[in-house]
């Protein structure tokens, strides 16, 4: 979990952000990204991809990462923006969002996935990155939980839809309260599951 990190320190960089994000499946709700600068040589070997966590275990490395990390900054893409410019655009911008967020600028960045960011910042894409990486998978765990707020919020907003469970993604109850109540504002109306749903509603089958 500390290989690219110690490439990057060997290479000379002395303050490397990890960074990913949360909320790229789901049928409602913003995406959220983190970026996270740990101190050089910390490893924690409970910290990991976050979708390999538990709700109760997320928040306790949430706390941990907190106390322990040197920079913390976050992102967001809001339903107008993924619906209008689509999720990858709208992840990889919230993704430079919490980057330019930080308090002080990286020398480096280790990205999630394929694709880089829009920034000079000399940086490196890691498929699975949240798995490969403890820079990654503590931004990883504070995207995730920052973005499960934000969903308990809109739950409070919308309760027949029962964000508090599936924080938007495609469950079948999520799809079933669409067909009986309709799109809410924070409903991504691009996506095919949400078209698939409208769709049934409005057949006269």
Do not use: W
């Not at 280790?110 to 940086?123: M, N, R």
């Amino acid at each position: 979990m500390r290989l690219f990190e110690d490439e990057a320190e060997k290479a000379g960089y002395k303050v490397i952000a990890g960074i990913d994000e949360a909320g790229r499946g789901p049928l409602a709700g913003p995406v959220v990204s983190a970026s996270v600068v740990l101190p050089l040589g910390f490893m924690d070997p409970e910290i990991t991809d976050s979708k390999k966590l538990t709700p109760k275990k997320r928040d306790l490395l949430y706390l941990k990462i907190s106390e322990h990390a040197l920079f913390i900054a976050i992102g967001v893409a809001d339903i107008v923006e993924i619906d209008k410019v689509n999720i990858l655009n709208a992840s990889l911008n919230s993704m430079k969002r919490s980057c330019e967020n930080l308090m002080v600028k990286p020398d480096f960045l280790l990205i999630d996935g394929k694709f880089e960011i829009d920034s000079e910042i000399p940086q490196k894409a890691i498929i699975k990155g949240d798995s490969r990486s403890i820079s990654i998978a503590a931004a990883s765990i504070i995207a995730k939980v920052e973005r499960d707020r934000l969903m308990l919020k809109f739950d409070q907003l919308y309760p027949e839809y029962g964000f508090a469970q599936h924080k938007g993604y495609p469950t079948k109850a999520h799809k079933k309260a669409i067909i009986e109540h309709g799109v809410t504002p924070i409903h991504r109306r691009t996506f095919k599951g949400v078209k698939e749903v409208l769709s049934a509603k409005q057949s006269p089958n």
